[in-house]
């Protein structure tokens, strides 16, 4: 074979891996972006009505969209990546004309005024070219507005949690926390709840339940903690629950995550060097998880990592308050009427210094 021959071999070999680098450089240019993520019909936003936050996701990756490109309101990205769900968050339900990313709200008057709030989560893409079928999930919560307090926290005795229309179907579900009688569940305690002081270290009863929720979606209690104060975000704190373990054998978890109603029981307290504090307010963090996608029931404690004093938070808080009645002269003998539940709904920053020493 002569030289020339060879050398018109070489030129041809370079040619080819020439083309063939050219072209693949040229479909990871052309290839879409929303390829890195599966795309799936999601023509559903499952929302959560907190007293004061609303949550709501939508499943991840709707229809090739990421993460990065939807928006809430059409302003914030703020999105997060949330066990298949693409989540955003409304923290400030504050009536007023600029609220939280675009968060529109309406109060509606009469014997029963009302207080609704919108928003919508919507698809953003800024290339030239759009290769997903856009999406606008506008969704709303509605609050009664008579019991209003300060800082536009409602008090109400539950939250809400709805689908509407989408491969889901339709319910609305009410979301509540009781205080029961005994540990078959089965009869809650009236309001105001009061303990006697003679009667602390006894057992508590707490179910958490979605009436009317789909038997597809679970309730899941992530964390539950208890204050001195009405603010769950009180660095004064004892924890009960902690990433769905119990925190100590003073507190047990009859069922989690196994249907639509969670239970579990704690031994009450009152907090030390705290006399005149009367109340004790307990907070738990919930999530309604969906059980045909996901498994809902949080892994046995004891084959996880030991129970972490850092809680990780990402759902609404539900909380009931607890008065303590003495004897003495202080209180007359009873405590004055108030209502049991004070529902917050605020996503907090993952604070836990526990209060040293509680009296049992």
């Not at 009302?114 to 609050?143: A, E, G, H």
């Not at 307010?281 to 996901?294: A, I, P, Q, T």
């Not at 129970?307 to 004055?336: D, R, W």
Request: hydrophobic share 35%; charged share 15%; net charge neutral.
């Amino acid at each position: 074979m002569s030289e020339q021959h060879r050398e018109l071999l070489r030129d041809t070999s370079l040619t080819k891996h020439h083309t063939m680098a050219f072209l693949g450089v040229l479909l990871m240019l052309l290839m879409p972006l929303a390829w890195s993520c599966p795309p799936q019909k999601a023509d559903y936003v499952m929302v959560s009505c907190f007293p004061n936050a609303i949550i709501a996701n939508v499943p991840e990756c709707p229809y090739g969209w990421e993460i990065d490109q939807l928006s809430l309101g059409g302003v914030c990205y703020t999105g997060i990546h949330s066990s298949g769900y693409y989540r955003f968050i409304i923290p400030d339900l504050t009536p007023k004309n600029h609220s939280y990313c675009g968060t529109q709200s309406e109060y509606m008057s009469g014997k029963d005024p009302k207080y609704v709030f919108y928003n919508s989560i919507v698809s953003n893409d800024t290339s030239l070219t759009v290769r997903n079928q856009p999406v606008n999930y506008t969704f709303s919560c509605m609050y009664r507005a008579a019991h209003l307090v300060n800082n536009a926290v409602f008090s109400q005795r539950v939250a809400t949690v709805y689908v509407n229309n989408g491969s889901l179907g339709t319910f609305r579900s009410q979301l509540s926390m009781n205080v029961f009688t005994n540990s078959k569940f089965l009869y809650t305690k009236d309001s105001p709840y009061v303990i006697d002081t003679s009667e602390i270290g006894s057992e508590v009863f707490i179910g958490i339940e979605a009436k009317g929720l789909s038997s597809r979606f679970k309730v899941v209690i992530n964390n539950c903690w208890a204050t001195p104060t009405p603010y769950s975000t009180d660095r004064k704190r004892w924890s009960l629950i902690i990433n769905s373990c119990s925190s100590d054998n003073t507190v047990t978890i009859y069922e989690n995550g196994k249907d639509s109603r969670s239970m579990f029981k704690f031994n009450s307290f009152r907090f030390q060097r705290l006399d005149k504090v009367s109340t004790v307010w307990l907070h738990c963090e919930v999530h309604v998880c969906d059980g045909e996608r996901f498994a809902c029931q949080p892994s046995p404690c004891f084959v996880r990592r030991s129970v972490s004093s850092e809680a990780e938070l990402s759902g609404g808080i539900l909380t009931t308050e607890f008065y303590f009645k003495g004897k003495g002269p202080a209180n007359n003998g009873y405590i004055q009427d108030a209502s049991l539940f004070i529902l917050l709904a605020l996503l907090v920053n993952p604070c836990c210094d526990l209060l040293n020493g509680l009296i049992m």
